[in-house]
Each structure stands twice: as C-alpha cells, then as structure tokens.
C-alpha cells in the first residue's frame, strides 16, 4: 500500500487522553478480595457500568463473565471451590484497558497475590476518510504487531498490504492512506499482550 505514514504527530489521539491513562498506571490498587474459606469476595471501588468482568483459566478461555450495570462500588461473592488446582485470574475490561487480577487454586482456595497485577492498554482505533489511525500505550514494552488485509469488493485476491511489528516504545502512533477504500474494505488485525484485536472497515 502507497503513502504510509508513520510517527504522526496530527494528534489524531488526544494528549489528555493519554494522561488519563498514564495516571490510572500509577494509581494504587483498584480492588480488594477477601478469602474466607472457599468463599471469595472481590470489590472493585471504581467500577463502571459497562466494563465486562470474566473469570479465566492459565489458557485464556472463559469459565463466566458478566457485564457490570452499576458504577462505583461493587462487590461479587464467588464460590471458587469448583475450579481444579492451577493459575487462574479475574479480568476487567473497560474503555481502553484491561486490569488482570491473577490468582492460584490449591484445594478450592483462591490466594492472590498484588504483584502480579497487570494493565493491558487496548489499542486505539480511528477511521477518517480515507486515513486510518492507531495508538497505543505500551508502558511495560509490550510490542504491537499490525496486519492490514484489503479485499476488493468483487470478493476475491485478499492481500496483506501492511504487516509491521513495533518494539521499543511505551508511546506508538501509526497513521496509514487506505488507498481505495470505496473499491473494497479493510481487515485491521492487531496483536499485543497475547491478545488479538481486529476492526473491519
């Protein structure tokens, strides 16, 4: 594809928006969990409705989640005596985040430990006209690898006509021309974290 830019500064993300979210890397823990037994207590003190609260296994797959409808404090008991032993955690995804609470199982007893905390920053997806735009912290150095696939609009000959991974940066800011975009659509494909984000266009 002709005419990519990069290392843009058209501003096309907010700076506050990036000081809001560098602030909430500093801030102190979000949550407290209390263990009694095989009950477990987990308070989140700044939920938002709308963030999406899951429960998931070393590998990544969903045991259950649920949408939060209340914002401010909010509390769930679980019961997680049913999990076997092993690594699991509870994860909240909200706006451009992902806060990952792990935590270990031995007989039925859940132990957390705050260290482990971790924040995944989403990236930042914006279409204007014919531009495409994204953006992305990457405080912990996590890199991002971006895959463009076009398709004509007959349907056929699907091409890949961006692949770049990007390292070395806790700020990235990548702009690209979506060269006839009223003649086909777009597949963006992006991987970080271990997580795969995609946007059709």
Known sequence: MKNIITNTRKGFLMVTLFATLLSFAKEATFYTVDVEAKKTTLTLDNAKEGSLLSLKNAAGKVICSETIKTTGKYTREFDLSFLSN???????EKDLEIK???FTVQSGVAAFNKYEEKT???PFI???DDMLFISK???DGEPLDIEIVYTPRNGFNSHVVVSE????TEKIERAYKLSGINEGTYKVVLYTAHRKFEKEI
Request: proline share 4%; glycine share 4%.
């Open 126 to 128: 914006r279409v204007a």
């Open 137 to 139: 912290l990457a405080i």
């Open 86 to 92: 092993g690594k699991y955690m509870f994860e909240l």
């Open 100 to 102: 990952e609470i792990p």
């Open 165 to 168: 991974k990007i390292t070395d």
């Open 120 to 122: 995944v920053y989403k």
